[in-house]
């Protein structure tokens, strides 16, 4: 890694965070992006908590997905780029192109960056949920062979993912002569928060749960991954060659519904669950099989339980 330089998009999100940490534990020189430069200070407070002391070998540029500017110069000098700047919203909007427009267009900002500075491969965080919402989960397993049927009625967001990714692949087909591409497929992310930087999934389920604000458990079920697993997930993609040209989902083994959550939470963190209402199972034909094997066998990957992942997010205390 002498002399590589990584780029790391979003460095204030959860997994942009996480990423630069590990990457700066090994030794690569990174690069972030912000919005504004005003907030690099989140990340020198978050990497500082987790041991980080020397930080010369890390500096700042300030690019928004929804405009030009900064992305050339951001990737100017990079051998990866490690798109990992993916928002996601507790509440859908109104106009599904308020998500659609920046997930599609930010990604190729992106990638043309990469491909005019020469880097060698971009690593994209998209999500299962570009693979996992028009087939019928009944008797079937998802795997990275699946797709999402952008033209199907689902929601903005899963909308905007599915065809984000579609247009990262389309640009290497017809583009992106040179640059590879490989992309990540994550499903709900959780793990250890540091510097005050927490996942919507904290949000959505984890405090959810704890204050009582669900109070019964959606007839659906979701898998589960750790924030350090996606790092690590990504930076194997990064680096090993097979991964050229794939597409990895990246999940613990199983899945879990909201009344599971709560059932390890109240067995695991007893003293956390006084507020929590008392969820109903849910019916186990809404169960899904998702598979992560092809990251086991090609990146010899391999992740912590689901259980160690939400509890790891449950133990990390909101403190503002």
């Known amino acids: 890694m002498d002399n590589q330089t990584v780029l790391v998009t979003g460095g204030t999100g959860f997994v942009g965070i996480h990423t630069i940490l590990k ?82 267009d930010g990604s190729l900002r992106v990638l043309k960056a990469a491909w005019k500075a020469g880097v060698k491969r971009v690593v994209m965080t998209s999500s299962f949920a570009a693979i996992g919402y028009s087939i019928d989960p009944k008797r079937h397993t998802f795997t990275e062979n699946d797709w999402t049927d952008e033209n199907a009625p689902v929601q903005p967001y899963i909308k905007s993912k599915t065809i984000a990714e579609k247009a990262a692949w389309d640009f290497i087909t017809h583009q992106g ?50 924030v350090r697993d996606v790092v690590d997930i990504h930076i194997k993609a990064m680096v090993l060659p097979q991964a050229n040209g794939q597409r990895f989902l990246a ?25 929590m209402a008392d969820l109903k199972p849910i019916d ?3 169960y899904i099989d998702m598979s992560n094997q092809k990251a086991k066998d090609m990146l ?10 939400i509890l790891a997010s449950l133990d990390s205390e909101i403190t503002e």
């Open 23 to 104: 990457l700066l534990q090994k030794g690569y020189t990174v690069k972030t992006t912000l919005r504004s430069l005003a907030k690099k200070e989140a990340i020198v407070h978050a990497l500082k908590e987790s041991g980080i002391v020397d930080f010369e070998k890390l500096s700042y540029v300030e690019a928004d997905l929804t405009s030009d500017g900064g992305w050339e110069e951001a990737a100017q000098g990079c051998t990866y780029v490690l798109h990992v700047a993916s928002p996601f919203p507790l509440v859908q909007p109104e106009d599904e192109n308020d998500l659609i427009i920046p997930a599609r």
């Open 177 to 226: 002569a040179g640059l590879e591409l490989t992309v990540i497929n994550p499903v709900g992310i959780f793990g250890p928060v540091i510097g005050g930087i927490y996942p919507a999934s904290y949000e959505g389920v984890i405090k959810a749960l704890v204050d009582g604000t669900v109070t019964d458990s959606p007839h659906f079920t979701f898998g589960v991954v750790d």
């Open 251 to 275: 999940t613990s083994d199983g899945v879990v519904s909201f009344y599971d959550v709560a059932q390890l939470i109240k067995k695991e963190r007893s003293q956390k669950a006084g507020m």
């Open 284 to 286: 186990p034909t809404y």
């Open 300 to 309: 010899d990957w391999h992740p912590r339980s689901k259980e160690e992942a």
